[in-house]
Every structure is written in structure tokens, then in C-alpha cells.
């Protein structure tokens, strides 16, 4: 396949102004018109008899006339990839007839069947397969969009803008008419039209208009989408009060369909939801589903300034909008929920996710330099780590420095197709500062490892603190050069409180930082609240990790010492664990005092009441399987399960008393709300539950049972499953059952069970896996069953995954393989797995790259698949 580069940009020979369209909806033949008001670029000095290239796929072409006039088949050329013909003109109108196929559009990009609804996905490059059309972001045009349907099956019409009229007409069928006055990328189209429920409300504006707000539901789930709701009109107010951004149009409209390749879409006024991000009731959604709905419904609401109004030039600046948006999603969940604990996950996902794309063979910069297929560069890195750039210029200019960037950047270019280092320019011209080096972070990938030490002078009363900083080469990226980032300190004196805290930019390979009028020697707390995405390399001695993870002002760093504590204890158990031949409690034996006083500590976390609930649940849960993996080369998932679940059982039965009373206290009798607040009890609770049972005293394993019996919400639900779902217990087969009955037909919930299943800890799973690929609810053309079934057991279950005689990889690639027919841009986001293997031992390693050969081997393998699997094996 074809390499694409950023360094070959060239502005669009032709522009559409405006586009016409007319559907005439059925579900295995649907005909697209299209009228396109098509101007020469006087930038590129074209004109008459230029060659005019829409892109175009998958369609069948049945006419195309440009001014009125049908050209031959051999005034044009049409290939797989699109259409080509010589400009009649500087003006002029293309109008141009195409057939396509809703029903059999199993990749679920352009127009397709969910369930009974047509919908579509556009982004990135969806829209040339409705029709031949310069697919790409810089060219923006107003839409006029007239849907013919079925009026049994299709009673609800809609697609971007105002309606502007309607009506019936013959043959059952009826029409609706809708403009949207913003001119925007094709990416930005939508249409809609089935026979869906609609729950409505509305929001006035600050300048006091008002918008009717409707979200559109398959019938009977009306009842659960008041939190999506009051998510919308939460972040319709938070854009006023923190951005100045106010709505532009009187109708915002959201639908949510079950087949859906990603999270959601913010096509313009017509945002289109995977399902299980908008519905939501206590006894089917949990805590977790409640929050990712509110951060998502904000993040597609935030588009429409970030992204819509102000759009990407080309792809290579996806980073432009994402990065931006997900930060302004991750500041509106601080501001709605708990700072610090929001601040926790945003870091554990970074970390989670992100870092080990940046050092694995996928790695890229936020702003790639090249692509074969674009839906592969939706990834962490352009999303998260973008955001944590984002976030360093807030950190570095300040709330006040960071919103005059902010105001300029919209003020400058609201209707424009613009790039990253336009970004950067409005934030550098408002606050008359130069970013040249903090753009590298655009440029330059992978994760660097900041090293420090640390100097009291007890005469002169001053702290000297050095730090280096280094980043390991990356593929295509030998040689990396120092960034620019804020590091935020704090100096603790022998009472815990702050003698120093303070940032410093750190610009060098190495600098020195001086504090002067430190009274005394202190413990240093280094990039407090994670100011930048970094790995720190330093150990602190335990006691001053456990003085910490007790005393730090900055709740971040107040975790960070636990985790930190919680890796070095892991990781030097699970050497002694491969030394001694297998067992992981003499292992724990060979750490000494510090399993004691790191469980001592954590006790103490547990029981502070001045601390807030969720953020002790999250204190007290040690980091993931698939975190430490990615400490330890090579990784032995065997040996950091089985150490993992020693400790925890340690802890269990240390804190026994402590976790009870937790336990018993945290119940609650009120009806079900999912604030942060309740959502914190409730987290704190379950993280009881779960070392009570990881202890193994069998009382505990009966109150799972019974916790899942009579509790009345999901959540709770959820947490007693989740502990039930690794043992022999009774309780387990008999709440699997009952999840399954009464959940059998609905979908989204179904799919918890399924994901349950797979991340199993027993040793009967991957069989488990593989019956349920039978179930009736399964079916590999639905995304989230997939996700669900095989993602969940290649991304949550390690043990099995690389379990050592190579089942899980065998049946992984198999699974790839069947799914690249059917869904490739699905396929290619499962297949990074598979390309972890350096981490991992000889024998694993050559499995997987086995594994890796035979998908690539695939007849016919696709774009997005082939572009994965390729740069995976390398
Ligand atoms: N901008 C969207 C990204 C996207 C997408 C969404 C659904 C299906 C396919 C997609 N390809 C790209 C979602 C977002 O970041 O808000
Ligand atoms: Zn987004």
C-alpha cells in the first residue's frame, strides 16, 4: 500500500462550495444524487481542463454531468479509488448519480444498517463511499441534504443543520429536507433515519437563545438516557463559563446506534453514539459507565469549537482537534468530579495505554509524519499525549495566559482548516513567548525518562536538584533531542507540610535547580500532579516513598509514592520468584520488612478519613498485570500473576479487620445516584470486597454471592462478579446465569458478561472463549461484542493471552483474520497486541511473530491490517 507523507501537502486543486445531496434510502440498493458547486483554487493556479479527482469507493457510478451536460463514458476515468475528469471551467457544476449498499457495509464506514436505522460514519475517509467528493478536511462546503425513506420504517429522518422542510409522498414513503448554514468537512456529515424514540429538553444559551436538545434511542430505552443528558447540558454551560464558547445552531442532536466502530462522533449538530456511551439506568450501568458517558458526551460537544468550527488542515494535524478535546473533556471531569482523582485516571490510562505505544514498534510522534491508512493514527498518542501537550502549555502559561491563546486561536481562524503549529502560534502571539522547543513534544516521539538528585546544604540552607532527561530512540527516530517541560516540585519538611513548591522548566539533556531558605533537609516530591508525561527513573528509599503516600500536598503524588512503592515490591518478588522455582510466598519472605510496611501503609490510606473515598480505593489498589509487564524485560505474565495475587491475598489478611469495617460501613441504604461522591463510597467498598476475598477465608467469597443477590444496582453487581468471576465458587456460575437471563436481550449489558468472561482468571478460559463465540448474542459484525469477547482477553487477561504453549496467540490470529473481512478498521486496533512480543521471552516472542506472519500472510489483507501486523513484526 501507498505511504503518505505530511511533507507532500499540497492545497486542494479544486474546492466544493456547496453540496447538494438527495438519498433515496433503501437498505440493499440506496441512490445518491449529489450536485456539487465546484471552484478552481487560485492558490494553485488551476482552471479550465484541469483534472478534477473526487475520491470514491465501493459505489457504483450511474451518471455524472458537469453543467448540465451527461458526459460519455469516456469523458471520465473511474477507478477503485475515485473519479476523474477535465474541469469544464474556474465554476462550474458536477452532478453525479452513484448506487450504494447499506445493508452488506459490514466495515460500518459510509452508510450502513444498525440494527433497523441507516447511519453514518464519515471520519475519516467514510464519506467517499457515499459518493465521489474531494474527501479530505480542507475542503469545506455548506450541505443541503433531502432523505427519501420509507415512512413505516423510517419515521425519523435526519442528517446535519436546520430542517427546513418536509413532507409525504407516494408509495408510503415521505422526505425531509435539512441545511446546515456552517460550512464543514465532509468528514462532518451525518444522516440518520429509522424508527427511533426521542427523549428532548433544552438549553438557553448565554446570550439567551435556546436549543432543543434530542437524543434518539432505540424504543424501550427512553428511560435510560437522563444522564447523557444532563451530561450535554452540563458541558453546553462548562464551554460558556471556562471557554467563552457558546452553541450555534437551535437544534443538537444526538443518536445512539448498537454498531459503531469507536466511541461516538461529532458530526456537526448530529453527534452519532455507540450505544453504551449514552444509556444508562442504575441497575444496567455501573459508576465506570456513568462517568465515560458524561466525558464523552462533553468531549463530542466540545468539537464543535474544537474540531467543527475550527477544523484540521489534513490528517497528519488530527492531534489539532483530539489532543485539544481531550483535554477539554479531561478539565471538565475535574471540574464536575474529584481534580486529583480524575487527574489519577487520566495518568493510569496514559500510562496504560499510551506509553507503551510510544515504546513499542507502533510508536509516532502526536503529529505523524506519514501514514498508509489514517484510521490507524487514532491512538493514544495523537489523543492522550496531545492532551498532556496541551496541558503542559496551560501549565507553562498559566489559566489566564493559556484562555487569551485560546481566544485568539478561535477569533483567527473560526472557519478554517488550520494545523498544529497554527495552534501554537495563536497560543505564542497572545502571550508573547516562543514555543520553538516545546513543539518538539509535536515531533519528536516516544516517552522520556527523567533521572534526579538531590543536594542539601544545611550552612547555606539550600536544596540543589539535578535533573536529566533522555529519550530512547524510536522507529525512524535515532536520535532525539531535549524538550522543553514544567516540572512541578515540592520540597516536604520532617512535618509533612511544604517548605518549597514550586515549577521549574526543564529545557536541557541536564540542569541544576537551586531552592534557597530550605530549613531543613527535605523529601522531594518530583513532577507533582504528573506537569509532565514522563517516566522518572529516581528511586526514593521506602521510607520516604511511605512518608509521602502519608504527607504529600499533592494528592497525585500521594498515589504516585504508593505505586511506586507497590512496583519496586513486585518487581524484586517476582525475580525472587523466578529464582526460586515458582513460589511466589517465599518471594513475598525474601522482601523482608518492606511487605509489612508497605501493607502498613496502605492500611493507613484505607483508614484516613480525611482523605476523599475514591481516591483511597484508588490508593489502595495495587497497579495492573499489564503494567508491570511493560516494567520488566523480559516480562514473565506467569510470574507477575501469580506474585501479584500472593501479595494481594497478604494484604487481605493483614488488613482484615480494617477492610471489614470498610466494608460494612460503606453500605448504604439510600437509593441508587451515580455522583462522585456515592460513586467513591461505593468504589472504596468494592476495593474491600476484593481483598477480602483475595485472603481466600471463604466467608468472604459467600458475601460476593450475596452482595450480588441483594444489591440493587450494576455497580455493585459488577464488584461482586468481578471477585466471583476467578474462583470455584458456587456463587459464580449461579450470578453468570442470572446475568445472562436477564440481560439476554440487551445488548450493551450482554456485553459485560462477555468481557467477564474473557478476562477469567481460570484455567478453563480460552475454552470458555471459544463456546461463546456461539452464543446467540455473539456475532463478530458487532464492534462491542468483539471488543467484548477477543479484545478483552488479549488486552485483560495476560496469563491466558501469552499463556506458553501459544494457544491464546493462535487463536487471536485467527480471530484477526476472520475479522479483517468483515471490519478491517476493527481488525487493525485489535492486532497491536500481537506486537508486543520483544517484550517478551525467545519462546513467546517467535510464537507471536508467528502469529503475526500468518495474518500477514492473509489473501487480500486490507490497508488498516496490513499496515499493523507489518510495522508490529519488524
Ligand atoms: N472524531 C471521532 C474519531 C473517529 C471515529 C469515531 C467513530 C467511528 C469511527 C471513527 N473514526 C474516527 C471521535 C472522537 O474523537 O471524538
Ligand atoms: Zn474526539
Not at 467543527?308 to 488530527?318: A, G, I, M, S, Y
Not at 485560546?406 to 488550520?418: N, P, S, T, W
Not at 495552534?423 to 513567548?433: L, P, S
Not at 497525585?556 to 518478588?573: C, D, H, P, V
Request: hydrophobic residues 40%; proline residues 4%.
Amino acid at each position: 500500500p501507498q505511504v503518505i507523507h505530511r511533507k507532500d501537502y499540497k492545497e486542494p486543486d479544486f474546492f466544493v462550495e456547496k453540496v447538494e445531496l438527495v438519498f433515496d434510502l433503501e437498505r440493499d440498493v440506496t441512490n445518491v444524487k449529489s450536485r456539487l458547486f465546484i471552484a478552481a483554487n487560485p492558490a494553485r493556479g488551476t482552471g479550465k481542463g484541469d483534472e478534477v479527482f473526487l475520491h470514491g469507493e465501493d459505489m457504483k457510478l450511474l451518471s455524472v454531468a458537469l453543467d448540465g451536460v451527461r458526459l460519455a463514458s469516456s469523458d471520465f476515468d473511474v477507478d477503485a479509488e475515485g473519479l476523474r475528469f477535465a474541469a469544464p471551467g474556474s465554476n462550474f457544476i458536477a452532478e453525479i448519480e452513484t448506487q450504494i449498499s447499506p445493508a452488506n457495509n459490514t466495515r460500518l464506514e459510509g452508510l450502513y444498517v444498525s440494527q433497523s436505522a441507516f447511519c453514518t460514519q464519515c471520519e475519516a475517509e467514510g464519506f467517499r463511499r457515499i459518493t465521489y467528493f474531494p474527501d479530505r478536511p480542507d475542503v469545506m462546503a455548506t450541505y443541503k441534504v433531502t432523505i427519501n425513506a420509507d415512512k413505516t420504517n423510517c419515521p425519523v429522518l435526519l442528517s446535519n443543520g436546520n430542517l427546513i422542510d418536509s413532507g409525504d409522498l407516494d408509495g408510503g414513503r415521505h422526505f425531509a429536507v435539512w441545511e446546515d448554514p456552517f460550512p464543514k468537512p465532509s468528514y462532518l456529515f451525518a444522516l440518520v433515519a429509522g424508527d427511533l424514540a426521542c427523549v428532548e429538553d433544552s438549553f438557553v444559551t448565554m446570550s439567551g437563545r435556546k436549543v432543543a436538545l434530542r437524543i434518539f434511542v432505540e424504543h424501550g430505552n427512553e428511560d435510560r438516557c437522563d444522564y447523557a443528558m444532563d451530561s450535554l447540558i452540563r458541558s453546553m454551560k462548562w464551554d460558556e463559563e471556562v471557554y467563552g464558547l457558546e452553541y450555534d445552531l437551535d437544534l443538537f442532536n444526538i443518536v445512539a446506534v448498537s454498531d459503531f466502530n469507536m466511541g461516538a462522533m461529532e458530526n456537526k449538530s448530529l453527534n452519532i453514539f455507540n450505544a453504551k456511551y449514552i444509556l444508562a439506568k442504575p441497575d444496567t450501568a455501573t459508576d465506570m459507565d456513568y462517568e465515560l458517558i458524561e466525558s464523552i458526551v462533553a468531549h463530542e460537544y466540545f468539537h464543535n469549537w474544537s474540531g467543527n468550527r475550527v477544523t484540521c488542515r489534513d490528517w497528519f494535524q488530527l492531534s489539532l482537534k483530539e489532543g485539544l478535546t481531550v483535554f477539554r473533556d479531561q478539565e471538565f471531569s475535574a471540574d464536575q468530579r474529584s481534580r486529583p482523582v480524575q487527574r489519577i485516571k487520566d495518568v493510569a490510562q496514559l500510562r496504560a495505554r499510551q506509553f507503551p505505544e510510544d515504546g513499542g514498534p507502533l510508536a509516532h510522534p502526536v503529529r505523524p509524519d506519514s501514514y498508509m491508512e489514517i484510521n490507524n493514527f487514532y491512538t493514544a498518542t495523537v489523543y492522550e499525549k496531545g492532551a498532556e501537550l496541551i496541558r503542559m502549555m496551560h501549565t507553562l502559561l498559566g489559566p489566564d495566559g493559556y484562555r487569551k491563546g485560546i481566544d485568539l486561536y478561535f477569533d483567527r481562524h473560526d472557519g478554517q482548516a488550520v494545523t498544529c503549529d497554527d495552534f501554537a502560534k495563536a497560543m505564542e502571539d497572545a502571550n508573547g513567548i516562543d514555543f520553538t522547543q516545546l513543539k518538539r513534544w509535536y515531533s519528536q516521539a516516544g516517552t522520556p525518562e527523567l533521572t534526579w538528585t538531590g543536594n542539601y546544604d544545611a550552612d547555606a540552607k539550600q536544596f540543589r536538584l539535578s535533573v536529566s532527561q533522555k529519550t530512547a530512540p524510536t522507529p525512524g527516530q535515532p536520535d532525539k533531542q531535549p524538550l522543553h517541560m514544567p516540572i512541578a516540585i515540592g520540597l516536604l519538611g520532617a512535618d509533612g507540610s511544604d517548605l518549597v513548591a514550586q515549577m521549574v522548566e526543564l529545557t536541557s539533556d541536564s540542569q541544576e535547580f537551586v531552592f534557597d531558605g530550605v530549613s531543613e533537609k527535605p523529601v522531594v516530591s518530583f513532577n507533582r500532579g504528573f506537569s509532565a508525561p514522563v517516566n522518572v527513573m529516581t528511586d526514593q528509599p521506602d521510607e520516604e516513598l511511605v512518608f509521602l503516600m502519608g504527607n504529600d500536598s499533592d494528592a497525585f503524588n500521594r498515589w504516585e509514592a504508593g505505586q511506586k512503592y507497590a512496583t519496586r515490591l513486585m518487581l524484586s518478588a517476582i525475580t525472587a520468584y523466578e529464582e526460586n522455582g515458582g513460589d511466589a510466598d517465599a518471594a513475598l519472605d525474601a522482601q523482608g520488612d518492606s511487605v509489612e510496611s508497605f501493607i502498613a501503609a496502605m492500611g493507613a490510606t484505607l483508614m484516613n478519613d480525611d482523605l476523599d473515598k475514591a481516591f483511597r480505593a484508588d490508593a489502595v489498589m495495587l497497579p495492573g498485570e499489564e503494567f508491570l509487564s511493560e516494567q520488566r524485560k523480559p516480562a514473565n505474565p506467569e510470574a507477575i500473576h501469580q506474585v501479584r495475587k500472593a501479595l494481594r491475598k497478604r494484604i487481605g489478611l493483614g488488613l482484615m479487620g480494617d477492610l471489614a469495617n470498610t466494608y460494612h460501613q460503606n453500605a448504604s441504604n439510600a437509593a441508587f445516584t451515580p455522583d462522585a461522591t456515592s460513586a467513591g463510597q461505593r468504589a472504596l467498598r468494592a476495593a474491600s470486597l476484593s481483598y477480602l476475598v483475595a485472603s481466600e477465608k471463604g466467608e468472604y467469597a459467600d458475601l460476593a454471592a450475596e452482595q450480588y443477590r441483594t444489591a440493587d444496582n450494576m455497580t455493585d453487581q459488577m464488584a461482586a462478579l468481578s471477585v466471583l468471576n476467578n474462583l470455584d465458587h458456587p456463587g459464580r456460575a449461579e450470578a453468570l446465569a442470572d446475568f445472562e437471563e436477564r440481560f439476554a436481550k440487551d445488548g450493551v449489558v450482554l456485553d459485560k458478561w462477555f468481557a467477564l468472561q474473557a478476562v477469567s482468571s481460570r484455567d478453563d478460559t480460552l475454552a470458555r472463549i471459544k463456546d461463546l463465540m456461539s452464543h446467540p448474542a455473539f456475532t463478530m459484525r458487532n464492534p462491542n461484542k468483539v471488543r467484548s469477547l477477543i479484545g478483552a482477553f488479549a488486552m485483560g487477561n495476560p496469563r491466558a493471552f501469552h499463556a506458553k504453549d501459544g494457544s491464546g496467540y493462535e487463536f487471536y490470529a485467527d480471530r484477526l483474520i476472520e475479522l479483517d473481512d468483515i471490519n478491517p478498521q476493527v481488525a487493525a486496533r485489535l492486532c497491536a497486541p500481537l506486537g508486543t512480543w520483544a517484550k517478551y521471552d525467545g519462546e513467546r516472542a517467535s510464537l507471536m511473530k508467528a502469529a503475526l506472519e500468518r495474518v500477514l500472510a492473509k489473501p487480500e489483507i486490507s490497508r488498516d491490517l496490513y499496515e499493523i501486523a507489518s510495522k508490529s513484526i519488524a
